[in-house]
Protein backbone atom coordinates (compact mmCIF):
# COMPACT_ATOMS: atom_id res chain seq x y z
CA UNK A 1 0.00 0.00 0.00
CA UNK A 2 1.16 3.65 -0.85
CA UNK A 3 1.38 6.54 1.63
CA UNK A 4 0.83 10.11 0.28
CA UNK A 5 2.16 12.75 1.86
CA UNK A 6 -0.19 15.16 3.03
CA UNK A 7 0.14 19.23 4.16
CA UNK A 8 -0.66 19.00 7.64
CA UNK A 9 0.21 19.84 10.85
CA UNK A 10 -1.33 16.59 12.32
CA UNK A 11 -1.10 13.70 9.47
CA UNK A 12 2.04 12.99 7.90
CA UNK A 13 0.81 10.76 5.65
CA UNK A 14 -2.34 8.88 4.27
CA UNK A 15 -3.03 5.67 2.35
CA UNK A 16 -6.18 3.66 1.34
CA UNK A 17 -6.00 0.13 0.27
CA UNK A 18 -9.19 -2.44 -0.16
CA UNK A 19 -12.29 -0.26 1.87
CA UNK A 20 -9.29 0.57 4.14
CA UNK A 21 -7.98 3.97 5.69
CA UNK A 22 -4.35 4.32 6.95
CA UNK A 23 -3.25 7.29 8.59
CA UNK A 24 -0.02 7.93 9.58
CA UNK A 25 0.49 10.83 12.36
CA UNK A 26 3.38 13.41 12.90
CA UNK A 27 4.11 11.19 15.86
CA UNK A 28 4.54 8.57 13.77
CA UNK A 29 1.80 6.76 15.03
CA UNK A 30 -0.26 4.68 12.19
CA UNK A 31 -3.80 3.79 12.71
CA UNK A 32 -6.47 1.57 10.32
CA UNK A 33 -9.85 2.42 9.65
CA UNK A 34 -11.89 -0.60 8.43
CA UNK A 35 -14.98 -0.07 5.83
CA UNK A 36 -14.07 3.21 4.60
CA UNK A 37 -15.60 4.44 1.22
CA UNK A 38 -13.15 5.38 -1.14
CA UNK A 39 -15.09 8.60 -1.30
CA UNK A 40 -14.13 9.40 1.69
CA UNK A 41 -10.58 8.88 1.09
CA UNK A 42 -11.21 11.49 -1.92
CA UNK A 43 -12.81 13.80 0.15
CA UNK A 44 -10.20 13.76 2.94
CA UNK A 45 -7.25 14.26 0.30
CA UNK A 46 -9.09 17.66 -0.81
CA UNK A 47 -10.12 18.87 2.12
CA UNK A 48 -9.03 22.35 3.46
CA UNK A 49 -7.80 20.98 7.14
CA UNK A 50 -7.01 17.29 7.29
CA UNK A 51 -7.39 16.96 10.78
CA UNK A 52 -10.55 18.58 10.72
CA UNK A 53 -11.85 16.25 8.32
CA UNK A 54 -10.93 13.31 10.47
CA UNK A 55 -12.19 14.18 13.84
CA UNK A 56 -15.31 15.36 11.89
CA UNK A 57 -15.68 12.36 9.16
CA UNK A 58 -13.33 9.54 10.20
CA UNK A 59 -13.14 9.11 14.31
CA UNK A 60 -15.65 7.53 16.28
CA UNK A 61 -17.05 6.59 13.35
CA UNK A 62 -15.27 3.71 12.00
CA UNK A 63 -13.54 0.45 13.62
CA UNK A 64 -9.82 1.41 14.21
CA UNK A 65 -6.69 -0.42 15.23
CA UNK A 66 -3.55 0.82 15.89
CA UNK A 67 -0.70 -0.42 13.37
CA UNK A 68 1.82 1.10 14.97
Not at 7 to 32: H, M, P, Q, R, T
Request: aromatic share 14%; proline share 1%.
Amino acid sequence: MNMISVESSNLKKVGYEDNKLFLEYGSGAIYEYADVPIKLYEELLTSESKGKFVNACVKGKYVFKRLK
